[in-house]
């Protein structure tokens, strides 16, 4: 197996084979149709398709499903990995009378299938058969947990003043059962069934101690259906996520992570080396946006729909020149224009981490579709990130017109787990 660092994340390109041919994994199905659970059990003590010491006759995986990321890493998987196919993210609340041991212990089981799953391997329990066939994916799962979490464990002590309630902002709309919850998890991964088969190992896995509050559901470009790694586009087409801090930036970390060991109580240092997720399902009123011309679109953000450039010109990494004007006098990206008033220098240096899945949940009863922006951003204090830029675009921002704000939760992701250890543990045993 060989192992290449990106950014934070070691993504390590399995070297594992498949098990068998595909006659063979087509007679595994003929016989799970018949026989059911049992021999799910029995085929994947043999080693499942793709595990490690699959021995003879194997077809390698391709790069997309032998693509494994690293549970065990200073980070957490799922932040700065590059954006995956699909995904889910939910959040649960603990059941009535599940306090700090049934929350330790659903971290427990929660890593253990985490750390499985990512690896290829089969769940740790009655394993449904769902990934069966497929690598790793690059199956990403995070963990993180919300203000709730703390009064019922009993840890509000320890509750960071960075996870307070973000403000309201006037544009908001907001769902209270689809916001915030006890534990939240975002699962990411580059095959639909590998994503669908960690979900329900995790939902199964969650048993009595907690229940599933809110679930969504969302997608990313494909690997591979472009001729070459691009910037994602988003459901109204434009280039998003060009301005993104990059982990090879200086203040990278600093902007994204809680640094380990800072200053800070100290009843607090389990959360160095984590970041804080802010969560936001925002519906793109398509209809209304799809009647805006070529050039009106481009207004909203400032930018070309076709390359990301600013529009002033230059390709998409090159500089937007916000003093610049027009002809007319005025500037040419816009004073409204989503970009200008979200750049960290009309923001006092606020950054964060945008790293969204879009979603389609069909259409409307009126007609429109359902379908938007799982926005998720991380940072490493929503005070300097999230909360001032929001404020800032909830003021004026033209794109306001045009989606809408349906959901919100903000949630403390520990640091990734040290050999042995689950995530949290050293909030929940600290
Ligand atoms: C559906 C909602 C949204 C859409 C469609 C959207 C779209 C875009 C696009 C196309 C860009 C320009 C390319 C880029 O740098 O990524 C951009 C930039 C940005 N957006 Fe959004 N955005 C949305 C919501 C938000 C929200 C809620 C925030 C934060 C509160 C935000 C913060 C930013 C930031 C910080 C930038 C980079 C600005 C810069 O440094 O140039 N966006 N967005």
Same mark, same amino acid.
């Given at each position: 197996m060989t192992s290449v660092t990106e950014s934070n994340t070691d993504i390590a390109i399995s070297r594992r084979k498949l098990l068998g041919t595909v006659g063979a994994a087509g007679a595994t199905g003929l016989a799970l149709g018949g026989t059911g659970g049992a021999l799910v059990q029995s085929a994947l003590a043999e080693g499942p398709p793709g595990a490690a010491g699959a021995s003879s006759g194997g077809t390698r995986l391709s790069a997309v499903g032998a693509t494994q990321v690293a549970f065990h890493a200073d980070r957490q998987a799922g932040i700065t990995t590059p954006l995956q196919a699909k995904g889910h993210v939910l959040a649960f609340d603990l059941a009535p009378g599940a306090g700090r041991k049934e929350a330790a212990a659903l971290m427990r089981r929660w890593s253990d299938t985490a750390r499985r799953l990512m690896a290829g391997e089969t769940a740790p329990t009655a394993d449904t058969g769902i990934a069966l066939d497929a690598g790793p994916s690059s199956l990403t799962v995070t963990f993180g947990f919300g203000h709730s979490f703390f009064e019922r464990t009993g840890l509000a002590d320890r509750r960071p003043t960075a996870l307070d309630p973000l403000p309201e902002f006037s544009a908001d709309r907001l769902d209270p059962q689809r916001s915030n919850g006890d534990l939240w998890v975002q699962i990411g991964a580059d095959d639909g069934l590998v994503a669908f088969h960690a979900l329900r190992s995790l939902q199964k896995d969650a048993g009595e101690a907690a229940r599933v509050r809110w679930q969504m559901n969302g997608f990313n470009r494909s690997p591979g259906a472009t001729a070459a790694p691009m910037t994602a586009r988003n459901l109204m087409g434009q280039v998003d996520g060009t301005n993104n801090p990059k982990p090879s930036q200086p203040d990278f970390d600093k902007r994204i992570f809680v640094p380990a060991? !800072?200053?800070?109580?100290?009843?607090?240092?389990?959360? !160095?080396g984590g970041s804080y997720a802010v969560v936001r399902r925002i519906r793109m009123l398509l209809d209304e946006w799809d009647k805006r011309s070529l050039a009106q679109q481009e207004q909203v953000i400032g930018r070309t729909k076709a390359t990301g450039a600013p529009l002033t010109g230059g390709t998409e990494t090159s500089r937007m020149e916000l003093d610049k004007l027009g002809p007319d006098g005025k500037p040419v990206i816009p004073a409204n224009a989503h970009a200008r008033i979200s750049a960290p220098e009309q923001n006092g240096g606020a950054a964060m981490l945008r790293r969204p899945f879009s979603f389609h949940d069909g259409i409307s009863a009126d007609g429109a579709p359902d379908a938007g922006l799982l926005f998720i951003c991380w940072q490493a204090d929503p005070l300097r990130g999230f909360v001032p830029v929001q404020r800032k675009l909830d003021r004026g921002d033209a794109l306001s017109e045009f989606i809408r704000h349906e959901s919100s939760g903000l949630y403390a992701v520990p640091p990734g787990p040290r050999a042995g250890e689950y995530v949290g543990q050293r909030l929940l045993e600290g």
């Open positions: 060991g !800072g200053p800070g109580p100290a009843e607090h240092a389990w959360m !160095g």
